[in-house]
């Protein structure tokens, strides 16, 4: 039988799988199903999803809106730069409102102003910014270093200054633009990061996993299981810096209401499965280890030493061994049922990354 290492081994000479290169919704987006018990794989497509609830199971999803995370500026130089935002610097225990997200204060790194189909990790900066320097964004807002890390010299606190009476988060709004993957045919703009669910904006990056529903699939799961809603800030994936990505994920904010707490509670009492719709879901989900944490900041790493308490099952994107979010994966199933999905997955053509195909383990 493989080992874990035989199978990574494997795994690194073949390729990866062919990435989503537009933001089309597809509702027919193809589905793999792997189901623990049996320990099989069944394909499907995501439309047929309702076909693998019970009357029990509770699905929950992500309402959080993505707001723009990316800013592109002038230095004091003439250096063009792009600003990410990596996590608003808070209060101790905030609660998760949109007006105290869009805080002055930002944890934030910087790039060099590419062409945004440059990959990030061939974007660095060749020299660091400096505290006190000053970037100006637009007629309206100017960003100030206002601290830099010793170590990670690219990574800074800064603070969003808007000018001219206007408020933070119309500045943000009017300058701001969702970050760009390397790998789509076309820009994105900010009506595509956005999923059928959002409502409040406090994420950095799009809770993927819920791009391709419909109104239609909402209703029929509706019909068949109980459909739920947190809220869960989803922060910056990928830095382009493999130093910066160990600091990965920064504090995300999440908010679970009382009445979803108690249907996740109910849902295990009576033999019902706790689906979470994406990673960031379930690591919200599982950091609130009581009724008293039900909102806060998570920097929970799941991975296969982590033993799941609530979430007992997951719909996610497609994601390639070695990834953060493959180490998610592990605590739910065996490896070796997880590089079978892999090889099938790559085998099938099924596409990766935001909005590819989906994987649902039940």
Same mark, same amino acid.
């Given at each position: ?29 193809? *589905? ?8 099989? !794989? ?18 929950? %999803? ?31 225990? /905030?609660? *998760? ?9 930002? =944890? ?9 189909? $440059? ?27 206002? %601290? ?12 969003? !200054? ?15 633009? /969702? ?6 045919? $076309? ?18 990056? @799009? ?15 509706? =019909? ?27 504090? =995300? ?37 009581? +009724?008293?944490?039900? =909102? ?7 991975? /296969? ?14 994601? +390639? ?9 592990? @605590? ?31």
């Amino acid at each position: 039988m493989n080992t874990r290492s035989d199978l990574a081994t494997k795994t690194k000479i073949e390729h990866h799988l062919p990435p989503a290169t537009n933001s089309r919704r597809r509702p027919d987006a193809r *589905l793999m199903v792997l189901k623990k018990e049996q320990n099989t !794989i069944e394909l499907s497509r995501l439309d047929r999803l309702p076909l693998y609830l019970g009357k029990d199971d509770v699905i929950i %999803a992500n309402d959080a809106a993505t707001i723009p995370a990316s800013f592109v500026g002038m230095t004091c130089d003439h250096t063009k730069v792009e600003i990410r935002l990596l996590a608003p610097m808070l209060s101790e225990n /905030p609660t *998760l409102q949109s007006q105290s997200f869009f805080s002055e204060l930002w =944890e934030a790194f910087a790039l060099n102003h590419l062409d945004w189909q $440059t990959p990030t990790e061939e974007r660095q900066l060749p020299s660091p910014l400096q505290a006190g320097s000053l970037i100006r964004i637009g007629r309206d807002l100017m960003i100030r270093i206002v %601290a830099v890390d010793l170590v990670h010299s690219a990574r800074f606190v800064c603070q969003l !200054i808007p000018a001219g009476g206007q408020s933070l988060s119309t500045v943000i709004y009017r300058y701001g633009k /969702p970050i760009q993957y390397s790998y789509h045919e $076309t820009e994105l703009d900010l009506w595509d990061v956005q999923t059928p669910f959002a409502s409040m904006p406090v994420s950095l990056e @799009a809770p993927s996993s819920g791009f391709h529903f419909t109104a239609d699939l909402k209703r029929r799961i509706q =019909e068949t299981a109980k459909l739920s809603f947190i809220t869960h800030s989803t922060g910056v994936s990928d830095t382009g810096s493999e130093a910066l990505n160990q600091l990965l994920p920064r504090p =995300e904010f999440y908010h679970i209401p009382s009445e979803v707490y108690d249907k996740m509670a109910n849902a295990s009492r009576s033999g019902g499965n706790v689906i979470a719709i994406g990673t960031g879901v379930t690591r919200a989900i599982e950091s609130a280890k009581s +009724e008293q944490q039900r =909102e806060g900041r998570t920097d929970l790493i799941i991975d /296969p030493n982590h033993k799941l308490r609530t979430v007992g099952g997951i719909l996610t994107g497609m994601h +390639e061994p070695g990834s953060s979010h493959w180490k998610l994966l592990q @605590a739910f199933v065996t490896d070796e049922l997880l590089y079978q999905a892999f090889d099938l997955a790559r085998k099938e053509g099924f596409l990766w990354h935001e909005y590819g195909d989906a994987m649902l383990i039940i």
